[in-house]
Every structure is written in C-alpha cells, then in structure tokens.
C-alpha cells in the first residue's frame, strides 16, 4: 500500500543527539514521504533548509489552501500521506478549508502547522493564533509539540494517526521548537492491519445474503481506498448482484463490468436507483451512507426502507448512523468481502434461482438510462429552454457527453461542486480505483484544480483532468502558477456559464428568477488568463470541438504542458442540490411582501 518499507532503511538509526529539526525533517524521511506542498515561511525554515538533503520536493503553491487540496488529491490517488505545511497563524488558517474538505473524502493528511513560538504565546505578538482549537472538529488527531524533546515521537503519532482512522492529523509545533539539541531515536511507521470484522457478524450476514431474493451491492469508498476492487467484483459475481456505486465514488466498481449499474445519488443513475428499489437485501460494502448520497433524485425515493441492510465500514462510528441497518461489520471493505466470499462459496443461494430475471432487468434498465442519457440534450425546464434558446453556446450535457467519450484511459478526474459539475456525474464512469476526485460532503467550490494538481504529482503517469465551474475557477486559477512553476501538467476544463449556476437555480425554483449575487459579468477570457500565466488556453464554442481538444491537451500533459479548456455554455441549469433543504418564501412584514412566494 506504500513504501515505507523501502524509505525505513533511508532514516537515521538508532538513539543519537539531533536537533528537532532534523528528527522532524528523518521522521517524516522514515514515513516515506517524498513531497510536501506550501508557502514557505520563516516559521519552519530550519526544517525546510534540510528537505534536499532529505530527498524531500517542497512543492511552493500560490495559496496555502490550494496545497492543503494538493495533499488531499496526493493522498487519494497514492493512498498515501499527503503532506502540507505553511507559516504560522494566516498561513494555517488558509488550511482551514482543506482541511475540512479531506476530512469528509478520509485522505490522511498531515497538516504541519508551526504556531508562534512557546515563550510568546498568549502575549498577541506577531502571526499569532490558537491553531489547535480551529482545526479540533476537522481533524483526526491533533499533536503539540509540547516540548522539543518530542518531536519525532509526536510527528511519528500524526502520520501514524493519520493512516490508521483515514482522515488527516494535525501536527503543531511552537517556532522555537525546531532549534536545540535533543537526542532521541526516530520512530517506525506503526503499519496497523485491518481485519474483516466480527465472525458472528459475518456470519449474519452471509447467512441473509445466502437467502436473499434480489440482492445488491453499494460500493462505496472504503473498497476504493483499501484497493481492493479484486474482492468486491469477486462477491458481485458470485452472488450475481448489480452493484451500485455510492455518490462520487463512481470508481469503486469498474463500470464495463457486466453487473455495474452506476452512482447513486445527485444526477446519479436511474438504473441504479431503480435496481437497488428493488433490493431485499443491500450490501453495503465500505461505505457510511452519507446522508446527502441517498437522497431522492429524478423524483425517485428509491431507498428500499424494508431491504435488510448489511453495512460494512471501517469506521464503527458510521455503523447504523444514517440509515438503520440489520447487520454491522466494522471492518475493511476488502476483507469482509474475502470473508464473505469463503462463507458463501459452495453454498445454495437463493438469488440463484432467480438470476437470469435479475441480470435482464438490470440490463433493461442499464440500456433504459444510456438511452434517456443520449437523448437527455438539454435542461427541459422553462427557464433552461429560455435561455438556451437565447444563448449560441454549448448545451452542458452535450459538452459533457463529448467529454465522457474522449476521456483518456486510465484518466484521473476531479469534479467541483457547481451545477454542471454536479451534472457531470451521470458521464463519469472508470474502469480503475483511485480515478474520481470529487469534493466530496464538504462540498466547498475551488476543490477540484489544486486537488487534480496533488493527484498528477502523485501519479506524473496519468491523465489528470479537473472539471471546474467558472465561479469556482475564479477562486482556484492561481494554482496556474504553481502547475508552471513546478512543472505539474494538468488539464483545466473549465464552464463559463458567466453564473454561480448552482445558486441560480435556487433563485429560479424557489425566488421568482429575483437574481442576487448569481450573475458572473465582466469576467476574462479564462483562455487568455492561462495563456498570460503560461499555460495552453483555449475557448470551445462547438460540440464537435470538445472531444479532440480533451485529447489533445491530456496529450499535452506528456509534453509537461497545462491547458485550461474553456468551455462556453449556456446558462441553462440541471435539478439543484438542496431541494430537500430550502422552502418558499414566507413573509411576514409589510416591507418584504413582495418577495413571498
Ligand atoms: C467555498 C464555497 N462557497 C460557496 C458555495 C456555495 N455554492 C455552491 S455551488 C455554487 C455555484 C458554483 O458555480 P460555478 O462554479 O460557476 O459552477 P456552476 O454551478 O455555474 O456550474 C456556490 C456559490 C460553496 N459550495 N463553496
Ligand atoms: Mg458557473
């Protein structure tokens, strides 16, 4: 899963006089980490200065959470650390937001923050702030350096933290603490292996699967981040269930396979939704049932509220939180299916009698969705048509189903959070883990470029292609510079629907079209911003051009070049996000009447 074995042999050995600088700089040696993203600071320069000895990248970013993403993205593609580190007080708050983000996507991030230093602090000198309590609901564990003397231990306690409950650590340290002597050994990474969970459990829950009439499995990302796509395919055929994926986890399950039916949730699959209606029993296989992912959509309820349900997360917190569940298994996602495997091979399985009927509804439905997909050209509510019918643009969908075709094998794509992002999950289908980089439940726009940027330094082989509303790039394009800089090849496609689309949508559905803040006018050519910044931009204004352009530029990428995509389409707009969460206007006094529904 990493290699620390390899970098083990690569830091110091045995107890021996050090300074915290060089126990920090070989503990993070000894945890195999290789890069580490942030602005430098003078916080922890005494560090930094030992990185190239250290066989250490210290890759400088344009914004401090631009490279917290960065190690998010590293993290989910390499499976393992993901590394940020900034200056003392606005440096570490710039991490606040990704820090949030890779809690919710259960990277293992080691967030280092410096913090002013011990004999000042409470004193409002400069750069100060409590850097433990911000970061106290966002992380996993939290190490202070309390004493110098300690550094390797509690730096070895982040990483090790950080892996073992799959979310990131905070690593903070007062300034002067990185200078002295102190003598101290650096520690091991503690590699802690997950089991299959209870045998009783497993027990229940082959016996409901063995009897079960329809089952199907969820996938969820706990089989993407324990690569172990091997073990779920290999219980998917044995019992011959369809297998849905849950939301943004597409590349859970790989969807030319045969019993694939596609994600669940926001502008998921009909198929999928329709397939796991009709569930007696839900294997839920690595996932925690996020409540957002299991919303209604397309106007189908299709959770099955009488299905037994199997939930099988590493997490025993997650175990029955969300939905009610008739069996729990905390445990990996790959070893339970191992388990249940062994348990259920050789044995009478109900859902054998009836397979043929099974697996020709799915490919009913399957073949139902593609259709309603290649036909779907456009939004069809009157609001959409109106503006399409306005606009010369690019329907999104078209776009975006030109995009899924020319997509690059073996590709690594990143999604933002905008409407067409959002939109896009319906195109977005792999064959492999470790592929789709979604903001995830945090859900926070600008997401999706530095997040592809950490993900290619991770894996320079692969196609790596970030999917990013025009709002949200504007919050995100300065990375451009750190791709430039360091020479990170990547590929922006960015919409210009000149709109905080997803928001419209709301003021559309919920507030008479009264548009507040939605409109983004007078924006740049994106192009002509890439262009300035030195990367490749170029603006598509056809459907015919979208393919060849994606290509072309993942191409690029081998060249070591950066493109930004600017897409123009329409404004029209796909169903919103929060439909569950927003109501008609009420009022009550005089002076705001006629904004009421
Ligand atoms: C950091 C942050 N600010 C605000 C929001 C609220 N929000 C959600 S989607 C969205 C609009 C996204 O617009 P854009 O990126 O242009 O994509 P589009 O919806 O137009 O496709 C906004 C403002 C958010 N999710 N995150
Ligand atoms: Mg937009």
Redesign the pocket.
Same mark, same amino acid.
């Given at each position: 899963m990493n290699t620390m074995t390899e970098s083990r042999n690569l830091a110091v050995q045995g107890r021996q006089k050090m300074t915290p600088s060089e126990a920090f700089v070989e503990t993070l040696v000894a945890q195999g980490v290789t890069d580490v993203f942030g602005i430098v600071g003078s916080a922890y320069m005494d560090a930094l200065d030992l990185f190239p000895q250290a066989g250490i990248r210290f890759i400088s970013v344009a914004h401090e959470q631009g490279g917290g993403h960065m190690a998010d993205g590293y993290a989910r593609v390499s499976g393992r650390h993901g590394v940020c580190i900034a200056q003392n007080g606005p440096g570490i708050t710039n991490f606040v937001?990704s820090t949030a983000a890779a809690f919710w996507a259960h990277s293992p991030v080691v967030v280092v923050t410096p913090e002013t230093g011990s004999m000042t602090l409470g004193l409002g000198g400069f750069q100060e702030t409590e850097q433990l309590p911000i970061f106290s609901k966002i992380t996993k564990y939290q190490a202070h350096v309390n004493n110098r003397a300690r550094m390797a231990e509690l730096t070895g306690r982040a990483f090790d933290r950080a892996m073992h409950e799959m979310g990131p650590a905070q690593l903070n340290i007062p300034r002067d603490f990185f200078y002295g002597d102190i003598e101290c050994e650096i520690p091991r990474p503690l590699a802690i292996e997950r089991g299959a969970g209870g045998e009783t459990s497993l027990d229940q829950a082959a016996a409901l699967l063995a009897q079960a009439q329809f089952p199907v499995i969820l996938a969820g990302g706990g089989i993407v981040m324990g690569d172990t796509q091997a073990d779920a395919v290999a219980l998917a055929e044995l019992l011959q269930a369809p297998v849905c994926a849950s939301y943004l986890h597409n590349d859970a399950f790989p969807s030319r396979h045969p019993l694939w039916c596609g994600p669940l949730g926001y502008q998921g699959s009909k198929a999928a939704m329709k397939l796991i209606a009709r569930a007696d029993v839900v294997l839920a296989l690595g996932t925690r049932l996020g409540p957002f992912g299991t919303l209604p959509q397309h106007g189908l309820d299709y959770w099955p509220k009488e299905a037994k349900i199997i939930q099988i997360d590493a997490d025993p917190r997650m175990l029955g939180l969300v939905k009610p569940i008739s069996v729990g298994i905390c445990g990996d996602a790959g070893a339970a299916a191992r388990a249940l495997v062994a348990r259920l091979k050789g044995k009478t399985l109900a859902c054998t009698a009836k397979r043929d009927a099974r697996l020709a509804t799915l490919r009913d439905e399957k073949g139902a969705w593609e259709s309603e997909l290649d036909a779907w050209m456009h939004e069809k509510d009157p609001w959409s048509v109106e503006v399409s019918a306005q606009s010369s643009h690019m329907h999104?969908r078209q776009m975006l189903r030109e995009l899924e075709r020319a997509m690059p094998d073996a590709a690594m794509v990143s999604t $933002? /959070? &905008? @409407? /067409? %992002?959002?939109v896009s999950n319906s195109y977005l289908r792999f064959e492999r883990p470790r592929s789709m980089f979604a903001a995830m439940s945090f &859900? @926070? %726009?600008?997401y999706a470029f530095p997040t592809i940027v950490g993900a290619k330094v991770a894996a320079m082989d692969r196609p790596a292609i970030a999917y990013? &509303? $025009?709002? #949200?790039?504007g919050?995100s394009f300065g990375e451009l510079q750190t791709c430039v800089r360091e020479a990170i090849p990547v590929t922006a496609v960015v !919409?210009n @629907?000149g709109?905080? &689309? #997803?928001? +419209? +949508?709301n003021h559309v559905d919920f507030y008479k079209n009264r548009f507040i803040g939605v409109n983004?006018d007078h924006q740049p050519s994106w192009a002509a911003v890439a262009k300035a910044m030195g990367a490749e931009g170029i603006r598509i204004e056809r459907v015919s051009d979208v393919g060849p352009a994606l290509r072309e530029a993942a191409a690029a990428q081998k060249d070591g070049r950066t493109t930004v995509l600017e897409m123009m389409v329409t404004r029209e707009?796909g169903d919103p !996000?929060r439909r569950d969460a927003l109501s008609l206007p009420v009022r009550h006094l005089a002076k705001y009447k006629a904004t009421a529904a």
């Amino acid at each position: 899963m990493n290699t620390m074995t390899e970098s083990r042999n690569l830091a110091v050995q045995g107890r021996q006089k050090m300074t915290p600088s060089e126990a920090f700089v070989e503990t993070l040696v000894a945890q195999g980490v290789t890069d580490v993203f942030g602005i430098v600071g003078s916080a922890y320069m005494d560090a930094l200065d030992l990185f190239p000895q250290a066989g250490i990248r210290f890759i400088s970013v344009a914004h401090e959470q631009g490279g917290g993403h960065m190690a998010d993205g590293y993290a989910r593609v390499s499976g393992r650390h993901g590394v940020c580190i900034a200056q003392n007080g606005p440096g570490i708050t710039n991490f606040v937001t990704s820090t949030a983000a890779a809690f919710w996507a259960h990277s293992p991030v080691v967030v280092v923050t410096p913090e002013t230093g011990s004999m000042t602090l409470g004193l409002g000198g400069f750069q100060e702030t409590e850097q433990l309590p911000i970061f106290s609901k966002i992380t996993k564990y939290q190490a202070h350096v309390n004493n110098r003397a300690r550094m390797a231990e509690l730096t070895g306690r982040a990483f090790d933290r950080a892996m073992h409950e799959m979310g990131p650590a905070q690593l903070n340290i007062p300034r002067d603490f990185f200078y002295g002597d102190i003598e101290c050994e650096i520690p091991r990474p503690l590699a802690i292996e997950r089991g299959a969970g209870g045998e009783t459990s497993l027990d229940q829950a082959a016996a409901l699967l063995a009897q079960a009439q329809f089952p199907v499995i969820l996938a969820g990302g706990g089989i993407v981040m324990g690569d172990t796509q091997a073990d779920a395919v290999a219980l998917a055929e044995l019992l011959q269930a369809p297998v849905c994926a849950s939301y943004l986890h597409n590349d859970a399950f790989p969807s030319r396979h045969p019993l694939w039916c596609g994600p669940l949730g926001y502008q998921g699959s009909k198929a999928a939704m329709k397939l796991i209606a009709r569930a007696d029993v839900v294997l839920a296989l690595g996932t925690r049932l996020g409540p957002f992912g299991t919303l209604p959509q397309h106007g189908l309820d299709y959770w099955p509220k009488e299905a037994k349900i199997i939930q099988i997360d590493a997490d025993p917190r997650m175990l029955g939180l969300v939905k009610p569940i008739s069996v729990g298994i905390c445990g990996d996602a790959g070893a339970a299916a191992r388990a249940l495997v062994a348990r259920l091979k050789g044995k009478t399985l109900a859902c054998t009698a009836k397979r043929d009927a099974r697996l020709a509804t799915l490919r009913d439905e399957k073949g139902a969705w593609e259709s309603e997909l290649d036909a779907w050209m456009h939004e069809k509510d009157p609001w959409s048509v109106e503006v399409s019918a306005q606009s010369s643009h690019m329907h999104p969908r078209q776009m975006l189903r030109e995009l899924e075709r020319a997509m690059p094998d073996a590709a690594m794509v990143s999604t $933002d /959070i &905008g @409407n /067409i %992002c959002s939109v896009s999950n319906s195109y977005l289908r792999f064959e492999r883990p470790r592929s789709m980089f979604a903001a995830m439940s945090f &859900g @926070n %726009c600008g997401y999706a470029f530095p997040t592809i940027v950490g993900a290619k330094v991770a894996a320079m082989d692969r196609p790596a292609i970030a999917y990013v &509303g $025009d709002g #949200a790039w504007g919050m995100s394009f300065g990375e451009l510079q750190t791709c430039v800089r360091e020479a990170i090849p990547v590929t922006a496609v960015v !919409f210009n @629907n000149g709109q905080w &689309g #997803a928001e +419209k +949508k709301n003021h559309v559905d919920f507030y008479k079209n009264r548009f507040i803040g939605v409109n983004l006018d007078h924006q740049p050519s994106w192009a002509a911003v890439a262009k300035a910044m030195g990367a490749e931009g170029i603006r598509i204004e056809r459907v015919s051009d979208v393919g060849p352009a994606l290509r072309e530029a993942a191409a690029a990428q081998k060249d070591g070049r950066t493109t930004v995509l600017e897409m123009m389409v329409t404004r029209e707009l796909g169903d919103p !996000f929060r439909r569950d969460a927003l109501s008609l206007p009420v009022r009550h006094l005089a002076k705001y009447k006629a904004t009421a529904a």
